[in-house]
């Protein structure tokens, strides 16, 4: 107590001297904050969205402006402002009007712009959707151009023709009039599952699904005969196509866990260059002269190709990442679709389009964190944090204002986040549904008090103590009763284990984790997460959507509608609904359901609500308790 008081009585004294005559002093400047010299590589300028109920997927820019296809609600449009915003100018159409848009494409000299999609709405049957966007940032219909066949992947724009990619029905076309409208419906006659298609130098390059191969196929053509030039196996998913954005002659391959290809185009020929690899399920790959992106379900990466990673290492220099789900609190979607333009990268990121400025002199100063972790009531917490770049970064774990956890993540590392009983009593009391963290990142050189580089949020939440419903982590998963497309029936969790994905065949978000999965089981890569099982109540047989996605192999679960077999068999989860039980509201994903891997005795091991392919951030149960 001496120490107290002695410290109180000279605070007073020189309270005292102070107020006898004597000149204050000034206060001293306050120490500055400490900042880093390193600078990002890709930023987010800005975004956007139509509507809560947003399902955006494909995108392209005309006159300012973005038009995104946004599933059920047609086409939005979004104008891109001069100070780098993005603002809603027309959020599209109401589901009532039954006007499905999964892909778009633009008739620049008409201002027309066309949609279609999967699978067709209403009682018309198969159709592309014709706008007319000549007052820049308004969608306004204008009417529907019949089709003979019901599923379009890619709808792609050549001079005065639409390129109709329709899946195993191959390439159809349309001619394009004057004022925009279509006519003269014809078939290629080009056979396979045709899926993305752009223009090169004046030939044709289609990307295809290649189930029997290797995964996907590039096939070059003339598109005044579509006599077949040259046809290339790539290996993967096929997931997207771009031309380069610089009217060079290369297109961009998305392939999911099978990277990124640039594949140039010349001499009627078509030759692989290199392959990128960033730890992320790649969905669309971008290329304007020497700058490659790849939009992956993770976020951007971009990379100059002119430039070596270092002196050791000639791979090309890595110096952009942007996270998916960075706009919105819940920290909800996933990036299907991008495209470079004037400089900048635009992503359609589920619910919202997002404008990024690149800068190839920066550096990777954002971690890729899991959204969300779902845990039992008592126990640790783990998990895993990425460093997708090649400088050192500093990760620190904040609550109430206060750091709680350090951790140092080395070039291209990964670390383990452990979160021991103490530490989450503090963070998460026993009564509260969930938790949010701070997540920031430092340059290691500066201290906590100083601004970090980036940061995001981490929600950990936790089951309710007195309902086993949803499960989490280290609970053992319920049997289910299910029917295989033979109408088999079995029982869930498998002998084997097993990994659960729930779907809807429409839901567009969802399409690249089935095929990925289904290449990956395909190609005989074991991620030790047991057999993937997806889980339907409709029957994908019966419409032909297992063999349009190209799902060959894979397995899946029937219940509902689709077994009606399986009779009570499941009422105990509920007697309409084995998916929302099974759904984490409280972990963030938005459309992504939740992905269960049980071990061969039932137990979870480990829950995800985004699908990250073999970069996963989950560690497996058992958590070792303290």
Same mark, same amino acid.
């Given at each position: 107590?001496?120490?107290? /008081? %002695?410290?109180?009585?000279?605070?007073?004294?020189?309270?005292?001297?102070?107020?006898?005559?004597?000149?204050?002093?000034?206060?001293?400047?306050?120490?500055?904050?400490?900042?880093?010299?390193?600078?990002?590589?890709?930023?987010?300028?800005?975004?956007?969205?139509?509507?809560?109920?947003?399902?955006?997927?494909?995108?392209?820019?005309?006159?300012?402006?973005?038009?995104?296809?946004?599933?059920?609600? +047609?086409?939005?449009?979004?104008?891109?402002?001069?100070?780098?915003?993005?603002?809603?100018?027309?959020?599209?159409?109401?589901?009532?009007?039954?006007?499905?848009?999964?892909?778009?494409?633009?008739? &620049? *000299?008409?201002?027309?712009?066309?949609?279609?999609?999967?699978?067709?709405?209403?009682? @018309?049957?198969?159709?592309?959707?014709?706008?007319?966007?000549?007052?820049?940032?308004?969608?306004?219909?204008?009417?529907?151009?019949?089709?003979? *066949?019901?599923?379009?992947?890619?709808?792609?724009?050549?001079?005065?023709?639409?390129?109709?990619?329709?899946?195993?029905?191959?390439?159809?076309?349309?001619?394009?009039?004057?004022?925009?409208?279509?006519?003269?419906?014809?078939?290629?006659?080009?056979?396979?599952?045709?899926?993305?298609?752009?223009?090169?130098?004046?030939?044709?390059? %289609?990307?295809?699904?290649?189930?029997?191969?290797?995964?996907?196929?590039? /096939?070059?053509?003339?598109?005044? %005969?579509? @006599?077949?030039?040259?046809?290339?196996?790539?290996?993967?998913?096929?997931?997207?196509?771009?031309?380069?954005?610089?009217?060079?002659?290369?297109?961009?391959? +998305?392939?999911?866990?099978?990277?990124?290809?640039?594949?140039?185009?010349?001499?009627?020929?078509?030759?692989?260059?290199?392959?990128?690899?960033?730890?992320?399920?790649?969905?669309?790959?971008?290329?304007?002269?020497?700058?490659?992106?790849?939009?992956?379900?993770?976020?951007?990466?971009?990379?100059?190709?002119?430039?070596?990673?270092?002196?050791?290492?000639?791979?090309?220099? #890595?110096?952009?990442?942007?996270?998916?789900?960075? #706009?919105?609190?819940?920290?909800?979607?996933?990036?299907?679709?991008?495209?470079?333009?004037?400089?900048?990268?635009? @992503?359609?990121?589920?619910?919202?389009?997002?404008?990024?400025?690149?800068?190839?002199?920066?550096?990777?100063?954002?971690?890729?964190?899991?959204?969300?972790?779902?845990?039992?009531?008592?126990?640790?917490?783990?998990?895993?944090?990425?460093?997708?770049?090649?400088?050192?970064?500093?990760?620190?774990?904040?609550?109430?204002?206060?750091?709680?956890?350090?951790?140092?993540?080395?070039?291209?590392?990964?670390?383990?986040?452990?979160?021991?009983?103490?530490?989450?009593?503090?963070?998460?009391?026993?009564?509260?549904?969930?938790?949010?963290?701070?997540? /920031?990142?430092?340059?290691? *050189?500066?201290?906590?008090?100083?601004?970090?580089?980036?940061?995001?949020?981490?929600?950990?939440?936790?089951?309710?103590?007195?309902?086993?419903?949803?499960?989490?982590?280290?609970?053992?998963?319920?049997?289910?009763?299910?029917?295989?497309?033979?109408?088999?029936?079995?029982?869930?969790?498998?002998?084997?284990?097993?990994?659960?994905?729930?779907?809807?065949?429409?839901?567009?978000?969802?399409?690249?984790?089935?095929?990925?999965?289904?290449?990956?089981?395909?190609?005989?890569?074991?991620?030790?997460?047991?057999?993937?099982?997806?889980?339907?109540?409709?029957?994908? &047989?019966?419409?032909?959507?297992?063999?349009?996605?190209?799902?060959?192999?894979?397995?899946?679960?029937?219940?509902?509608? &689709?077994?009606?077999?399986? +009779?009570?068999?499941?009422?105990?989860?509920?007697?309409?609904?084995?998916?929302?039980?099974?759904?984490?509201?409280?972990?963030?994903?938005?459309?992504?359901?939740?992905?269960?891997?049980?071990?061969?005795?039932?137990?979870?091991?480990?829950?995800?609500?985004?699908?990250?392919?073999?970069?996963?951030?989950?560690?497996?149960?058992?958590?070792?308790?303290?």
């Amino acid at each position: 107590m001496s120490g107290v /008081r %002695t410290r109180s009585f000279a605070a007073a004294l020189l309270l005292g001297i102070a107020g006898c005559g004597l000149e204050p002093q000034p206060e001293p400047d306050p120490e500055p904050i400490p900042v880093t010299d390193l600078s990002p590589g890709i930023v987010l300028r800005g975004g956007d969205y139509a509507d809560f109920d947003d399902h955006l997927v494909e995108l392209l820019v005309h006159e300012g402006h973005v038009y995104v296809a946004n599933s059920t609600l +047609g086409v939005a449009a979004m104008r891109l402002d001069d100070d780098g915003g993005v603002t809603l100018t027309d959020p599209g159409s109401l589901p009532s009007t039954l006007r499905r848009c999964t892909s778009v494409a633009v008739h &620049a *000299k008409s201002d027309t712009l066309y949609c279609g999609s999967d699978a067709p709405m209403g009682a @018309t049957g198969p159709v592309v959707e014709v706008y007319d966007i000549s007052t820049p940032g308004t969608v306004t219909w204008r009417g529907a151009f019949a089709l003979e *066949k019901p599923a379009i992947r890619d709808l792609e724009v050549v001079g005065d023709q639409l390129l109709i990619q329709q899946f195993d029905d191959g390439i159809w076309t349309a001619q394009i009039g004057a004022g925009g409208l279509l006519s003269q419906l014809s078939d290629t006659g080009i056979v396979g599952n045709a899926r993305v298609s752009v223009a090169v130098n004046g030939e044709v390059v %289609t990307l295809f699904a290649d189930p029997a191969g290797p995964g996907a196929q590039l /096939r070059l053509f003339d598109p005044s %005969t579509w @006599t077949e030039l040259d046809r290339l196996a790539l290996a993967g998913p096929p997931l997207g196509l771009s031309a380069d954005a610089e009217a060079g002659s290369r297109v961009a391959v +998305g392939l999911g866990s099978g990277g990124m290809a640039v594949v140039g185009v010349r001499d009627h020929a078509l030759t692989l260059e290199r392959t990128l690899a960033p730890p992320a399920v790649v969905t669309t790959g971008l290329l304007a002269g020497d700058i490659a992106v790849a939009v992956t379900l993770s976020g951007v990466f971009a990379w100059d190709l002119a430039a070596e990673q270092s002196s050791s290492d000639d791979s090309p220099r #890595l110096f952009g990442f942007g996270p998916a789900a960075m #706009l919105g609190h819940e920290r909800a979607g996933n990036m299907l679709h991008g495209v470079l333009h004037e400089g900048e990268v635009l @992503t359609s990121d589920w619910l919202w389009v997002e404008r990024w400025a690149l800068d190839p002199a920066g550096e990777v100063l954002e971690l890729d964190v899991p959204r969300g972790i779902y845990v039992q009531p008592e126990g640790p917490v783990r998990w895993r944090m990425r460093n997708p770049g090649p400088i050192a970064l500093r990760a620190e774990l904040w609550f109430d204002r206060r750091p709680v956890w350090v951790g140092e993540l080395g070039p291209w590392a990964v670390i383990d986040v452990d979160v021991p009983v103490e530490l989450r009593a503090r963070i998460l009391a026993a009564d509260e549904p969930n938790t949010r963290l701070s997540v /920031r990142v430092y340059d290691p *050189k500066v201290p906590s008090v100083g601004e970090p580089v980036s940061s995001t949020v981490l929600v950990i939440a936790q089951r309710e103590v007195d309902d086993p419903m949803p499960p989490a982590t280290g609970d053992v998963f319920p049997t289910l009763t299910l029917a295989d497309v033979e109408h088999e029936i079995y029982t869930l969790p498998t002998p084997a284990g097993s990994q659960t994905i729930w779907f809807w065949p429409d839901c567009a978000l969802m399409w690249p984790q089935l095929e990925d999965l289904a290449w990956l089981g395909r190609e005989g890569r074991d991620l030790g997460r047991g057999e993937p099982i997806m889980l339907g109540s409709f029957d994908p &047989a019966q419409d032909g959507f297992a063999t349009r996605w190209a799902l060959d192999g894979a397995t899946f679960g029937l219940w509902g509608v &689709a077994a009606p077999e399986l +009779g009570d068999a499941n009422d105990f989860i509920d007697e309409e609904d084995i998916y929302m039980p099974f759904f984490i509201p409280t972990m963030p994903g938005d459309a992504m359901p939740t992905d269960y891997v049980i071990d061969s005795q039932g137990v979870i091991r480990s829950i995800e609500r985004m699908y990250r392919g073999p970069w996963t951030l989950v560690v497996p149960w058992p958590w070792d308790q303290d």
